[in-house]
Structure formats: C-alpha cells, structure tokens
C-alpha cells in the first residue's frame, strides 16, 4: 500500500500562484511515477502532469508554461508549482502514485482562483 498525503492548495486571485506538495509513503519502492489530476465541478477528471522515477514529464497543453511538476526522490514528493492561474485552473487536484500493482490516490485538495 502507498499512502499520499497532499497539501498546498487555497483560495487564491487570477494571475497568482500556488505550489502543491504530495508526500508518499508505504510501499514507495512501488511507484513508476507520480503526478496530479485535476476535477472541476461537473468534469471528469483529467491529467495535469505526470513525472517519472526518472524525472520525464508529461503536462497537458492547457498548463504547458505555466505549471511545473517536480519531485524530490529523497523526500518522496511531488511539486506542482502553478503560475499565472486562471479560474478555469479551479477544481480539486488529486495526487497519482502510479504502482507496479494499481495506482493510488491522494484526498484531494481544492484550488479555487478568483477572478
């Protein structure tokens, strides 16, 4: 089992920043990669960024610029550092440990950008 603790998110008005934390631990040995979804209200769930054990990255276009993923293999944490947030950016961001034997998830955590 992996257990993801997030944290980071808050109100916070268009054309500011935030940075997320997600924290693993458990069975780390377990993960391939790990990354960030993101659920506005009445969307489905989508990928936001994605970073490998071997620090590749994928970002979905609507980001590209403006969010940064990051993680520090020492710590077992992933970064999402967002710049330049604009309220489409609001939802709930979810963390993604992706393992040998399933993929788990973080609670959540509400990032809300004022216009």
């Known amino acids: 089992q992996v257990q993801l603790v997030e944290s980071g998110g808050g109100l916070v008005q268009a054309g500011g920043s935030l940075r997320l934390s997600c924290a693993a631990s458990g069975s780390i040995f377990n993960i391939n990669a790990m990354g960030w979804y993101r659920q506005a209200p009445g969307k489905q769930r989508e990928l936001v960024a994605i970073?490998?054990?071997?620090?590749?990255?994928v970002t979905t276009n609507s980001v590209k610029g403006r969010f940064t993923i990051s993680r520090d293999n020492a710590k077992n944490t992933v970064y999402l550092q967002m710049n330049s947030l604009k309220p489409e950016d609001t939802a709930v961001y979810y963390c993604?440990?992706?393992?040998?034997?399933?993929?788990?998830w973080g609670q959540g955590t509400q990032v809300t950008v004022s216009s």
């Open positions: 993604i440990a992706e393992g040998l034997t399933g993929d788990y």
């Open positions: 970073i490998t054990n071997g620090g590749r990255t």
